[in-house]
T-cell receptor, first 117, second 111 residues
């Protein structure tokens, strides 16, 4: 149980284009999802917290107009990197907490590797 | 100062060795702690939660020292398959589910 999927697993795009990444909880409902970014040899950095049906909460330094997050259902959150540039190339990982969960364990998706040319 | 700090390593140890990692945290309000394992180019996977009383899962033992604000992970009888990066995670203060990750400690078990 507690499986989280991400799509696509990798994407290569041209500078200036937008890329959408999907995060789905497959066998549970997730009221809260998180989006992280990880650069090579660095740790995961939380970008934003996404709650179903409400606006995402962004961490300091993360541009909300560049990284659009939509959490329209209890099983799906999307991250759109708008006008991507080479410095946005990174490993993007989502995680989810189950609705009504009594624990604080986050379940991670397999990640999406974004390369912007 | 980073909120969660780890020695990045790498730790190169022979098969069968015992190895220990420490992690310090700065937020005294943090309530929960975890050790995650991350293989190269993969997502983190939960290894174990860390309790004040200490907990053991097979060859892995985790300890929490609230007075000194550090967490430890001990791996006994290291296997080649233990080679990975071990991430220390602190759950932010009360009322939040935010994870704060350390930079990770890289372990390489050698044959």
């Amino acid at each position: 149980g507690a499986v989280v999927s991400q799509h696509p697993s990798w994407v290569i795009c041209k500078s200036g284009t937008s890329v959408k990444i999907e995060c789905r909880s497959l066998d549970f409902q997730a009221t809260t999802m998180f989006w992280y970014r990880q650069f090579p040899k660095q740790s995961l950095m939380l970008m934003a917290t996404s709650n179903e049906g409400s606006k995402a909460t962004y961490e300091q330094g993360v541009e909300k107009d560049k990284f659009l997050i939509n959490h329209a259902s209890l099983t799906l959150s999307t991250l759109t990197v708008t006008s991507a540039h080479p410095e946005d190339s990174s490993f993007y990982i989502c995680s989810a907490i189950g609705a009504g969960s009594s624990t604080d364990t986050q379940y991670f998706g397999p990640g999406t590797r974004l390369t912007v040319l | 100062r980073k909120e969660v700090e780890q020695d990045p390593g790498p730790f190169n140890v022979p098969e069968g060795a015992t190895v220990a990692f420490n992690c310090t945290y700065s937020n005294s309000a943090s309530q929960s702690f975890f050790w995650y394992r991350q293989d190269c180019r993969k997502e983190p996977k939960l290894l174990m939660s860390v309790y004040s009383s200490g907990n053991e899962d097979g060859r892995f033992t985790a300890q929490l020292n609230r007075a000194s604000q550090y967490i430890s992970l001990l791996i006994r009888d290291s296997k080649l398959s233990d080679s990975a990066t071990y991430l220390c995670v602190s759950l932010g203060g009360s009322g939040t589910y935010k994870y704060i990750f350390g930079t990770g400690t890289r372990l390489k078990v050698l044959a």
